[in-house]
């Protein structure tokens, strides 16, 4: 298996809604990445798990709040957004933190806020 | 932080023709420069990188250069086909270094390849 895998694929949801979106790969990697991609602009990194552990957060705000369960696993929890919030979030995984190794990206949920 | 600069935001070309894209980045601690391809509604795709220690890298009609000197690498497209038609981005991060780091993207280059 060497795919990163995301549900839901679209999510609306209000702004006084929580909802998660996941992200799940198979592939043994043990670093994890959320990117926020808003129309017609690059890929933000927001956070970063490595062996499980949250090593960097883009100073993002606490309406997100990343999870990572096991290795396999890495959640991003919504509460209380903006519309401004709205884009697609697009989830990464790589073989091994502390090494040059490739970053594969998955499919992305699109997010709208109303 | 890293910053990364890409140009052109758009390029069209002749099928047949070459394509180059160039980026330059800030950090002269980034020792990894991939590049991505992303076609409308899907995922970034991974089509080729490199690493500081190389100056060049080719897989077959793509081909990367980078001058660590000038802080400077492209992107080469030969021979394009209409498949090529996509948005792609450049990319640094400084990775080897004990942990996990993102990627800093360019602004990215919208391909088109006219008929």
């Known amino acids: 298996d060497t795919e990163v895998t995301q549900t839901p694929k679209h999510l609306v949801m209000g702004m006084t809604n929580k909802k998660s979106l996941k992200c799940e790969q198979h592939?043994?990697?043990?670093?994890m990445y959320w990117y926020k991609q808003k129309a017609k602009k690059p890929p933000e990194l927001m956070f970063v798990y490595s062996y499980e552990k949250l090593s960097i957060n883009e100073s993002v705000p606490s309406r997100f709040s990343p999870e990572c369960p096991n290795s396999s696993l890495l959640n991003l929890h919504l509460h209380a957004l903006q519309p401004e919030d709205s884009a697609l979030y697009l989830c990464a995984s790589s073989q091994a933190p502390g090494w040059i190794y490739e970053q594969y990206f998955g499919p992305g949920t699109r997010l709208t806020v109303t | 932080g890293e910053n990364v600069e890409q140009h052109p935001s758009t390029l069209s070309v002749q099928e047949g023709d070459s394509a180059v894209i160039k980026c330059t980045y800030s950090?002269?601690?980034?020792?990894?420069f991939p590049w991505y391809k992303q076609e409308l509604g899907k995922r970034p795709q991974l089509i080729i990188d490199i690493r500081s220690n190389v100056g060049e890298k080719k897989d077959q009609r793509i081909a990367v250069t980078l001058n660590k000197t000038a802080k400077h690498f492209s992107l080469h497209i030969t021979e394009t086909q209409p498949e090529d038609s996509a948005v792609y981005f450049c990319a640094a991060t400084e990775s080897g270094g004990g942990g996990a780091d993102g990627l800093t993207f360019g602004k990215g280059t919208h391909l088109i390849i006219q008929p």
């Open positions: 950090d002269s601690a980034s020792n990894y």
């Open positions: 592939m043994g990697h043990r670093a």
